[in-house]
């Protein structure tokens, strides 16, 4: 069962035109719960920020955030950057086909030497810093790239279970991770060490969204795996189990956790 491969099937059926994509992004939005967390800490650093802003999608992927920070504000001029050049060329093409791609442009580059002086009002950085050994200069590289009072965000698996590894005998379920997920104190440390003045990790994916995710994502994956029916029964299965997994994401966001397999990072410069 190859996490990355299903993922790319998925991706490649909704790239079959603009409407199916925005689909894919909009489905996405309501069944990942890491996107209803980091939707709310876009629009509380919206308010900060203002509707004039330089915003760096940094791990853009196939542009699903950059996409909804595209609809935020007009007056924000988005770049969105990844390691994979296929990514950059894909999303390339389908923002230059869309409204909301005037202000977003696209460029391949390499986190750990990617930086541009004091320029940006807002970092995003989605699932990301778990497939980069040197995090130390990615966390240099962003606050050398942050303007005065300016906002990181960052969302990434915690060490309590993040990857879905729970002893040292475990593999990941997610593929090309480098890390197993952060101890929550540890990335706080390392971004204050980088140049973030204010720095705050907090638990997501508490038992509510772990269960969530496991009806929603793991599951279906692995069934996926397993035998291409299951692409066929996919929409009545999520038809079946998608009322109980959005209560159980709506729990999940609105409660503090003491624990969880997900950290949610906001700092400030």
């Not at 853009?60 to 050049?85: M, N, R, V």
């Not at 869309?98 to 391949?108: C, L, Q, W």
Request: neutral net charge; hydrophobic residues 40%.
């Amino acid at each position: 069962m190859k996490y990355d491969l299903i993922k790319n099937r998925v991706g490649d059926l909704f790239n079959k035109s603009k409407y199916l994509r925005i689909l894919l992004y909009r489905l996405l939005d309501l069944l990942l719960l890491r996107a209803w967390y980091i939707r709310r800490e876009l629009r509380k650093a919206r308010q900060v920020i203002g509707a004039e802003a330089n915003i760096l999608d940094a791990g853009s992927g196939f542009g699903q955030h950059t996409y909804f920070l595209a609809g935020l504000s007009e007056g924000w001029h988005i770049k969105a950057i990844d390691i994979k050049t296929e990514q950059i060329r894909d999303c390339t093409s389908f923002f230059s086909k869309i409204d909301k791609g005037r202000n977003v442009r696209f460029e391949a580059a390499d986190l750990t030497k990617f930086f541009e002086q004091e320029y940006y009002d807002l970092i995003l950085c989605v699932d990301v810093m778990e497939h980069i050994q040197d995090d130390v200069q990615v966390f240099r590289n962003f606050a050398l790239s942050t303007r005065n009072k300016g906002i990181l965000l960052i969302s990434t698996p915690s060490d309590l279970g993040g990857s879905d590894v729970h002893d040292d005998q475990d593999e990941s379920f997610i593929e090309e991770h480098v890390r197993n997920g952060y101890n929550k104190h540890e990335i706080e440390d390392k971004i204050r060490q980088a140049g973030y003045s204010e720095v705050n990790a907090r638990y997501s994916y508490g038992w509510p969204g772990k269960l969530s995710w496991n009806m929603s994502m793991k599951f279906p994956v692995i069934l996926l795996g397993t035998s291409k029916f299951f692409y066929l029964l996919l929409p009545l299965y999520y038809l079946v189990i998608y009322p109980l997994a959005f209560i159980l994401n709506l729990i999940d966001i609105n409660f503090e956790h003491k624990a969880g397999t997900g950290l949610i990072v906001r700092a400030v410069k």
